[in-house]
């Protein structure tokens, strides 16, 4: 019998060349499989299934995990403000995560003895499938032709050609990755340090002129409202964002940054739905949080990002710093406003029945309710102690600052 072999397949060059190699070449019984993290739509989930089978595919297999992606990551990096260098949400590094283990999951399931990818061995994508594949089935072989085999694209073509399969593979200006917390856009710029994309690398072109009101509902840190309309599903709520500020261009970048295996890496995105998200969640928590839970939430939502990009979400700590999240999140609910204009936003101000602003202690910089004159007097005598110690004792040896 035939050594079975799921390979996680997007359609794509790369994957259809893997589809016909382990096929023909290695012999095994291939079983192709697709996880969706939110960024495909019926019509191609289909024609992707139609070109593996095409391929010789014993079978094919949609994996939907965008609900699970939701539950397990994208709601912890809204609650951490989650932007990997300030800038970028981290969108195909989380994503992957989730991928990889769907797809080593269905291999479980199906009693595959091989799993595979078409990642190179020049991005990070290569360690993120092969340790979650190592660490979830550490008996399954991993098998990477491309990488292995250090592949053009010429190749690939005239390999597929001479087995029978005619497909449009023209390479694109650009390798465009779509999700549901954004869509990253390499090639041609990104490859270099001095330009940046035009817009018209952008999927998502400026439709929408003036200014515009957005007003985005949050309960205890999760999006549950947007313009006035209840989402039960956070999903759809998340797609509602990213279809309102796409016509707007927002959330269009550059991200510079550190790759896992240590070189630097260029990468343009768009990313509307989670840049006004993450921006209108964090103006709430300045209005709902204390100065040393934004700190330490501060903290905590770096690593976590990092840890993500870096491959290490099935690291155990993981998990702690995701309750320490939630929890943080208890009092985050209010609604933010927001004035969109063509590649750009303002953010207004939020109403929150837990606004520490609106407090019977004082206003700031008018008028003192809960304090006295002397009280302040006294506080910062006292607050001025070490310094003044600190500051007299270098007098007493000729120092000075």
Do not use: C
Not at 76 to 97: D, F, Q
Not at 167 to 185: C, H, P, Q, R, V
């Amino acid at each position: 019998m035939k050594k079975k072999v799921v390979l996680a397949f997007s359609g794509g060059l790369d994957t259809s060349f893997a589809a016909k190699y382990l096929s023909e070449d290695l012999g095994y019984e291939v079983h192709t499989a697709i996880a969706n993290t939110g960024g495909f739509s019926p019509e191609e989930l289909k024609r992707i299934e139609e070109r593996a089978l095409a391929l010789g595919a014993a079978s094919h297999a949609t994996l939907d995990v965008t609900k699970d992606y939701y539950d397990r990551s994208i709601r912890y990096m809204i609650a951490g403000n989650v932007l990997r260098n300030g800038t970028y949400p981290i969108s195909v590094s989380s994503e992957r995560i989730f991928q990889a283990i769907a797809i080593i999951e269905y291999a479980k399931k199906i009693g595959a003895d091989a799993v595979a990818h078409g990642s190179t061995g020049a991005g990070n994508d290569q360690v993120r499938f092969d340790l979650t594949f190592q660490i979830l089935a550490p008996e399954i072989e991993i098998i990477t032709p491309t990488r292995d085999m250090t592949l053009t694209r010429e190749y690939e073509i005239d390999y597929l050609r001479n087995h029978g399969i005619e497909a449009d593979f023209k390479k694109m200006e650009y390798s465009i990755n779509k999700g549901l917390w954004g869509t990253s856009i390499g090639g041609k710029e990104t490859l270099k340090s001095d330009k940046t994309l035009p817009d018209s690398a952008y999927p998502s072109q400026v439709t929408a002129d003036g200014e515009e009101t957005l007003r985005l509902t949050f309960t205890k840190g999760e999006l549950t409202g947007v313009n006035g309309k209840e989402y039960a599903d956070r999903v759809e709520a998340i797609r509602a964002v990213e279809r309102i500020g796409s016509r707007f261009g927002i959330g269009r970048d550059m991200h510079i940054g550190d790759t896992i295996i240590g070189i630097k890496g260029r990468v343009g995105f768009e990313a509307a739905g989670p840049m006004l998200i993450i921006a209108a969640h964090k103006m709430l928590e300045k209005h709902t949080l204390t100065k040393w839970q934004q700190y330490w939430k501060d903290q905590i939502g770096t690593w976590y990002g990092m840890f993500l990009h870096e491959s290490q979400y099935l690291e155990p700590v993981m998990r702690d710093m995701e309750k320490f999240l939630e929890n943080s999140q208890r009092n985050v609910s209010g609604t933010v406003e927001i004035t969109l204009r063509p590649l750009g936003y303002t953010l207004v101000g939020v109403d929150s029945p837990f606004d520490l602003m609106k407090t019977d202690f004082g206003e700031y910089g008018e008028v003192n309710k809960a304090w006295t004159a002397d009280d302040v007097k006294g506080f910062t005598k006292i607050l001025a102690n070490q310094m003044k110690i600190y500051h007299n004792n270098q007098k007493k040896n000729g120092l000075s600052e």
